[in-house]
Structures are given as structure tokens and as C-alpha cells.
């Protein structure tokens, strides 16, 4: 059974617009919920993470919005910029297995 | 600024040959890993080790043999390559092992396998 699934697959936005990435994930102990983002030919990169006390984590115009009942969260690219365009894996991890895991990835591409 | 240092970065071999890949941190972390990036971009973790000593090592084929100095190093070797090895080896590390999700990866030991 995966534990973390990721939406969509790809995801086209122009510039400026608010690009959406979806995670859900299924064991309720995990405690920690970050976001990779990785570059053509660059390695992943840790984003932005946040933690279940929360349920909305900033960072300019990184947004992740945190929904602990129906176990989902999404990041939220506001103002989409042309060098966005990357891969961006969403992941779960937590101390019961102190295992991370990752989704599948989401390629989005801004276009000016 | 690069941290988790990997060599080589590129490597051509053909179907047999053995290969390894160095890793070394220098954030004084305790925890480090080897994942595979396949052509679709997925991420699959493959060993974990933590202050050297083994912890996770996932279903992966016997060829793949991890190796540890110290908790900075931490080396994979591959007996006997296979067409599907090719992908890109990726070595990660964190502070410790419960900090699992706050890795940091190097630039990556992209292998191809003619």
C-alpha cells in the first residue's frame, strides 16, 4: 500500500497564477510533512515542511495548507514564476518507523 | 552549498562490471542513505545507516552491497551490473534517525549500463 499518493502527475500554470500539489497520506502517526523540490539535473531539495500542530505553514510564496482529519495535505504556489518549474515531491515521515516516504512527484511548468 | 558529496557523478559500464559510489557528509550528521531515482523521477529508498550501523535496507538485489567507515562515509558497491541499474544514486543524510524527513542529498551518481 503506498502511503503517500501525490496530484496531479504534471501540472501546466501560466506565470502568475497559483499552482495547487496534492499529497494524502495513510498512517495517522506520521508527524512531519515536507515538500522537495528538484531542478532539471540537480539533486531534491528540501522546500518547506510543516507539522501536524499546524495546519498552514508560509514561506513567501510557499504555501502549505495541512488537513489532519481527512489526512491530505497540498502546497500552494502563489505568483507562479517561470524558474518554479520543477519536479516537487511531497513525503511524510515519523517516529514510530522513523521511515520517510515520498509520492510520485508532480512536474509543473510555469509558462511566461 | 554542498554538504553530502558524491563521486563519481557520471559512470558508462557495461552489463557485468562492478561499480561504487563514495558518499561523504560533512554536517557532522548521524544518518545516511542510498536511494534510486529512476527515469521516472521516482524516489526509492534503498539502505539507511545510522551512526554506521545498518538499519533500513529494502528489497533490493543482492548485487547492491552498502558499506560504512564512520558515520561521515557511507559507500554502495554493485557486483555484476544489470540493464536496469541504470538510474541515478542518490546519497542523503540526516541529523538523525528521527529526523528521517529533513534529508539532505547530494548531487547524485548518475550510472548508465550498456
Known amino acids: 500500500q503506498q502511503q503517500v499518493r501525490q496530484s496531479p502527475q504534471s501540472l501546466t500554470v501560466w506565470e502568475g497564477e497559483t499552482a495547487i500539489l496534492n499529497c494524502s497520506y495513510e498512517?495517522?502517526?506520521?508527524?512531519?510533512f515536507p515538500w522537495y523540490h528538484q531542478f532539471p539535473g540537480e539533486s531534491p531539495a528540501l522546500l518547506i515542511a510543516?507539522?501536524?500542530?499546524?495546519n498552514k505553514k508560509e514561506d513567501g510564496r510557499f504555501t502549505i495548507f495541512f488537513n489532519k482529519r481527512e489526512k491530505k495535505f497540498s502546497l500552494h504556489i502563489a505568483d507562479s514564476q517561470p524558474g518554479d518549474s520543477a519536479t516537487y515531491f511531497c513525503?511524510?515521515?515519523?517516529?514510530?518507523?522513523?521511515?520517510?516516504?515520498f509520492g510520485d512527484g508532480t512536474q509543473l511548468v510555469v509558462k511566461p | 552549498e554542498t554538504a553530502v558529496f558524491q563521486t563519481p557523478n557520471y559512470h558508462v559500464t557495461q552489463v557485468g562490471n562492478e561499480v561504487s559510489f563514495n558518499c561523504k557528509q560533512t554536517l557532522g550528521h548521524d544518518t545516511m542513505y542510498w536511494y534510486k531515482q529512476d527515469s521516472k523521477k521516482l524516489l526509492k529508498i534503498m539502505f539507511s545507516y545510522n551512526n554506521k550501523q545498518l538499519i533500513v535496507n529494502e528489497t533490493v538485489p543482492r548485487r547492491f552491497s552498502p558499506q560504512s567507515s564512520d558515520k561521515a562515509h557511507l559507500n554502495l558497491r554493485i557486483k555484476s551490473v544489470e540493464p536496469e541499474d541504470s538510474a541515478v544514486y542518490l546519497c542523503?543524510?540526516?541529523?538523525?534517525?528521527?529526523?528521517?524527513?529533513?534529508?539532505?542529498f547530494g548531487e547524485g551518481s548518475k550510472l548508465t549500463v550498456l
Open positions: 510543516i507539522r501536524p500542530v499546524s
Open positions: 513525503a511524510a515521515s515519523g517516529n514510530s518507523n522513523n521511515r520517510i516516504f
Open positions: 542523503a543524510s540526516s541529523s538523525d534517525w528521527a529526523n528521517t524527513g529533513q534529508l539532505y
Open positions: 498512517d495517522s502517526t506520521f508527524d512531519y
